[in-house]
């Protein structure tokens, strides 16, 4: 019961006009993010950050989660109604969510995107409210080998449930760690990989990386296919809102697994809604009783694949407020908010920030709201940025991503490092190397290093320290098995053909 | 395809062997307090090095492995560069006429030439971008953006 009035109090903190306000523009321009295809929440959230820096830290915190729920909600705008994916999040949507808009039916599945996605959000900031305080309790419990064995954990579900080539998981992760590592050494104060450079002393920053390798890179990559933005028109009436509302009472299950898994996919550090919204739409075709008919137009795929995502979304940010270890790659350039702006990420931020913590709970409610009442009713006004051309939104975007590169150190060294690691975006995307674990070995890295030395310090140099300690042990055990995992997933088919297979034709 | 794998791949084992290099001179053995300052990036710089080699030898071994495609098709990337030259021009410009007056002529520069918009429009885009970024940012959220040779003139 303590969580409900520590939630009144969050509620009191959230409602303030001021913090309604930066809430509603938050959510307003996460839609215009959302609904633009070259410009990802990630390095959205990555380029407003600069403009919290005047604000109260709840303020901030509430800003920029806020853009994130917008973010969430206009991805499915442009799957729907121009069949290319506003977000990686909403790819599965243009599946069903595109047939449908064919078929004069845009207004349905938009509302059912909206609608849905609302309501997973909704039962997820409840298992949140009631999830986050004790987690935070067992948190304040760690020492440096249950932080280092957290980490591992957070960058083997990469590694051994990523998607996509394992290797190329783990070379993208250890990159990002050794961009962390640039600059004078955390513990000794030594210069490390500066190579006597003056300006590499401070190191690479993290909004500058990710501003580039996902928003540059973006751009780069849309410019191979001349990008013309072809759609169908799509207006929400009353009557589409009742009819979704009933088909989902029909439908409940789907909409309850998608949370349910979309939620838990979103908690595993580093996982974030993209990964959580393919595997539920595939849950809902392998279960269906018409599983031929998904990708022609059936509702159950738009509610499926944007329950999970608005739920992952919601629980990214559970690790993230209650351990220090952003559960997606957004939650990632949240996280190196919270260090800008001064603050001590973790289970301490419970005590010692209780209106920041339970404002940003009371505001996940508020700005969900405003997300959903703003899409119904807007949903012309967005669709109408979509036909600003390529040759104005693709300059736009830069200009804006410079000036959110630029303003982090006020240096424009930063604007170059970013054109660079667009370029570095842009290969990797081309060669399928994901970028999300780059991004959190980016942000991870310092504190990976810290947890790690610090143990080493507390056991002389023995690894068994994160096996004897409980928890350190679980997550070790956990992260390890998931590291070996691909390579039981070629060893065993490979053991089956040499022990099984009839040798020599006999 | 194959070949920008490996490049890639190639890139990274250069990178790797840097840190490698970087770890011996400052030491990765355990010191008078704990590990030495090359300790983790001796660990990171190895494990990159030997995924690096994984993969190459992984995409010469599997033949059936990458399509035969192009890296970027010879269609696309005179579009790619298209896009990627200007924006680094737009950041020289930056370095010596601030970011208002760069930003203005990038803007207008990319529209003119690849959206062949009229001179008007060029210019009431351009000017309307470079006006609000001043009110939001220099006004509203007091970040100031770096400001070239002209700025004073019109008394900014």
Redesign the interface.
């Known amino acids: 019961m303590e969580s409900l009035s520590n939630l009144l109090m969050g509620f009191g903190v959230a409602l303030t006009p001021y913090n309604v306000m930066i809430a509603s523009v938050g959510v307003f321009l996460g839609v215009i993010i959302g609904v633009l295809p070259g410009l990802g929440g990630t390095s959205g959230v990555a380029i407003l950050l600069?403009?919290t820096?005047?604000m109260a830290h709840t303020s901030a915190i509430i800003f920029l989660s806020s853009v994130y729920w917008g973010a969430l909600f206009g991805g499915a705008i442009t799957s729907i109604l121009f069949n290319i994916p506003g977000e990686p999040w909403s790819v599965a949507t243009t599946f069903d969510g595109y047939p449908m808009a064919k078929q004069g039916k845009a207004g349905y599945a938009l509302s059912v995107a909206f609608v849905g996605g609302f309501f997973a959000s909704l039962f997820s900031i409840i298992l949140f409210s009631f999830f986050a305080p004790p987690l935070a309790e067992l948190a304040l419990q760690f020492g440096p080998p249950e932080y280092f064995a957290v980490m591992l954990l957070a960058f083997s579900t990469f590694v051994g449930l990523g998607g996509g080539s394992a290797?190329?998981n783990?070379?993208s992760a250890?990159?990002g760690?050794?961009l962390a590592?640039v600059g004078l050494?955390i513990?000794?104060g030594?210069p490390?990989?500066t190579?006597d450079s003056v300006t590499l002393l401070s190191g690479f920053n993290f909004v500058t990386v990710c501003i580039g390798v996902f928003g540059?890179g973006e751009?780069?990559l849309s410019?191979?296919?001349?990008l013309e933005f072809r759609g169908e028109q799509g207006r929400i009436g009353l009557r589409d809102v009742i009819t979704t509302i009933r088909d989902m009472f029909a439908k409940w299950y789907i909409w309850l697994t998608g949370t349910i898994l979309g939620f838990w996919i979103g908690v595993l550090p580093g996982t974030g809604a993209t990964p959580a919204s393919f595997m539920s739409y595939g849950m809902a075709k392998q279960y269906s009783r018409y599983p031929e008919k998904f990708g022609t137009g059936v509702m159950e795929g738009v509610l499926a694949t944007e329950s999970a995502a608005h739920a992952a979304g919601i629980g990214a940010l559970l690790p993230l407020v209650t351990l220090g270890v952003p559960g997606s790659p957004t939650a990632a350039v949240m996280l190196g908010g919270l260090y800008i702006w001064g603050l001590q990420p973790g289970p301490l931020l419970f005590i010692e920030k209780q209106d920041f913590v339970w404002g940003l709970i009371a505001s996940m409610y508020i700005g969900n709201i405003i997300g959903l009442f703003m899409c119904l009713l807007l949903v012309p006004l967005f669709a109408m940025i979509l036909r600003i051309?390529?040759?104005?939104l693709?300059?736009?975007i830069?200009?804006v991503s410079?000036?959110g590169s630029?303003?982090v150190n006020?240096r424009?060294f930063d604007?170059?490092l970013m054109?660079l690691f667009?370029?570095v975006g842009?290969?990797f995307k081309?060669?399928q190397?994901p970028l999300a674990p780059l991004a959190i070995g980016l942000v991870l890295g310092d504190l990976t290093?810290t947890a790690?030395?610090q143990s080493?310090?507390m056991s002389h140099?023995s690894f068994s320290i994160f096996f004897t300690r409980p928890i350190a042990a679980t997550c070790t055990a956990i992260a390890l098995f998931l590291f070996i995992f691909p390579t039981l997933r070629l060893l065993v088919p490979w053991l089956r053909n040499r022990l099984w297979a009839p040798r020599g034709g006999g | 395809?194959r070949k920008?794998?490996i490049i890639?791949s190639a890139v990274?084992l250069l990178?790797s062997a840097?840190?490698l290099y970087?770890a011996f001179s400052?030491g990765f053995g355990?010191g008078l307090?704990?590990?030495q300052?090359?300790?983790?990036?001796f660990w990171?710089?190895l494990?990159?090095g030997l995924?690096?080699v994984?993969?190459i030898v992984?995409v010469l071994r599997d033949r059936g492995l990458l399509p035969g495609a192009n890296?970027?098709?010879a269609k696309?990337?005179p579009?790619?560069v298209?896009?990627?030259v200007?924006?680094?021009g737009?950041?020289i410009l930056?370095?010596f006429l601030g970011?208002y007056i760069a930003?203005a002529l990038?803007?207008g520069f990319?529209?003119r030439w690849?959206?062949?918009?009229s001179w008007g429009m060029v210019l009431l885009?351009a000017f309307l971008?470079a006006f609000s970024?001043y009110l939001i940012?220099e006004k509203w959220?007091?970040?100031?953006?770096?400001k070239g040779l002209l700025e004073p003139y019109i008394g900014l």
Request: aromatic share 18%; no cysteine.
């Open positions: 600069p403009l820096f005047v290797i190329k783990l070379m250890l990159i760690f050794l590592s050494d513990v000794t030594t490390r990989l190579f540059i751009i780069l410019a191979e296919e001349s051309p390529y040759a104005i693709a300059p736009l830069v200009l410079s000036v630029y303003a006020n424009l604007v170059w054109l667009g370029v842009y290969v081309k060669l190397y290093e790690l030395r080493f310090i140099g | 395809m920008a794998e890639t990274f990178i840097l840190v970087e400052l355990w307090e704990g590990p300052p090359g300790f983790f990036i990171l710089g494990g990159l995924s690096s994984f993969r992984q890296f970027v098709s696309a990337w579009e790619v298209k896009v990627l200007p924006m680094v737009a950041v930056m370095e970011f930003s990038y803007l990319f529209m690849i959206g062949r918009f885009v971008f970024h940012f959220f007091l970040v100031p953006l770096p």
